[in-house]
């Protein structure tokens, strides 16, 4: 078997937020950064550490979707929403239950969302870009049959 068979794929994936599962089409900015100072040791000048910065800035996750009619849940998620109970992503396999890869955050809040360009000589869907600001992912990847 090709170890091409057991790549991850990207089309099926959940989402979580403050427990509830919504539907996105696209998440985007699945990262997590860290900063370091470099601190030169004293009397020596050939030597530096690098030692990690308290957090100056919150990572931001996108989340895009079509907007639907009579659509309730994901309306809710105005600026400054708190998604106290955290946010959960879940990449699943095409057969199975069990997450390939799973991330979340403890914490976020909605930091901006916006709309499409609404043009009346255009047919396509009207797509609404959520960004939600965390204080950090973690990542578990599922090692089972590996």
């Known amino acids: 078997m090709s170890i091409h068979n057991d790549l991850a794929k990207r089309t099926n994936f ?7 599962p919504l539907g996105f089409s696209r998440v985007s900015n699945i990262s997590a950064t860290m900063e370091f100072e470099a601190v030169a040791e004293g ?5 530096i550490h690098y030692l990690p910065k308290p957090r100056q ?7 895009e979707y079509g907007i639907a009619s009579g659509e309730l849940l994901r309306t809710t998620l105005g600026a400054g929403s708190e998604l106290s109970l955290g946010i959960v992503i879940m990449v699943m396999p095409e057969k199975g239950m069990v997450p390939t890869a799973t991330y979340e955050a403890d914490w976020g ?18 797509i609404k870009r959520v960004e939600i600001s ?3 992912l973690s990542e578990t990847i599922n090692k089972i049959g590996l």
């Open 14 to 20: 959940k989402v979580l937020l403050n427990g509830t």
């Open 43 to 47: 009397g020596v000048n050939d030597r």
């Open 57 to 63: 800035t919150m990572d931001k996750l996108i989340l």
């Open 109 to 126: 809040v909605v930091t901006k969302w916006e709309i499409d360009t609404l043009d009346a000589e255009s047919s396509g869907l009207v």
């Open 134 to 136: 965390h204080t950090g």
